[in-house]
């Protein structure tokens, strides 16, 4: 048999050595190339942002618009007299048929300084012009004259200013004309009530130059008055 030389043996272990750490490199090259691959594919995500129902339960809730209550009226047993209570002013009157109109029941919207409050049942809407249009009375002595006479009646202020376009919108123009008494929208009105152990009194004064208007309501349910048409009325008719 041909033996190998001590130098050519040696030769081919150097060379299976170089061999062997030329796979482990390309091996670890491949398995640092596959990490890298890796690592960006599996990047984490930017943190998202926190859940909606997180985020609406942080966020401040809208207060809606505090209705008025009657409850903080103090309550009065003063004589309020004969509806609709309150008189004109000295030398005023209700010149034409038009300045007063009366129902036993109706409807009148009164401004509480954020809500248009409903009110129902006995009303009187009245326009007073002076009986002497050269001695008009002043919109102060109007105004102070029935504060004056309605807090001396336990009544108070509800509220005193324009009333808000944005409720009268809200409600319906429309609705709140047809109901609106004789009151104007661009001119500042005094709202009072008068509440007491039966009874519920809202008024409205407004002054419109030399003239004007005020509206009185008792709050009161519907009288129900028609009926079913019985046997005898049939006979009637």
Known sequence: MKQTSPLVASALLLAGVLSSCGSKDKAAGESATATVETTETTAPAPASAEPAAVLASEAPATTPAATFDINTVPVTDANLGTFPYLSALKGYQTKYSSDSVGFDFDRAYFFDGKNIIAVEGKMVSRTFRPVDSNKPASELMMQRNY??????????????????????????E???????????????????????KDKEVWIQVQPDDEKYNLDIVEKAAMPQQASVVGATELKKN
Request: aromatic share 6%; proline share 2%; no cysteine.
């Open 147 to 172: 504060e004056n006479l309605i807090k001396s009646l336990g009544g108070v202020k509800v509220h005193s200013g324009i009333i808000n376009e944005e409720a009268i919108k809200k409600l319906g």
């Open 174 to 196: 429309q609705e709140y004309d047809k109901h609106n008494g004789s009151v104007s929208t661009y001119r500042p009105t005094d709202t009072y009530v008068i509440r007491q």
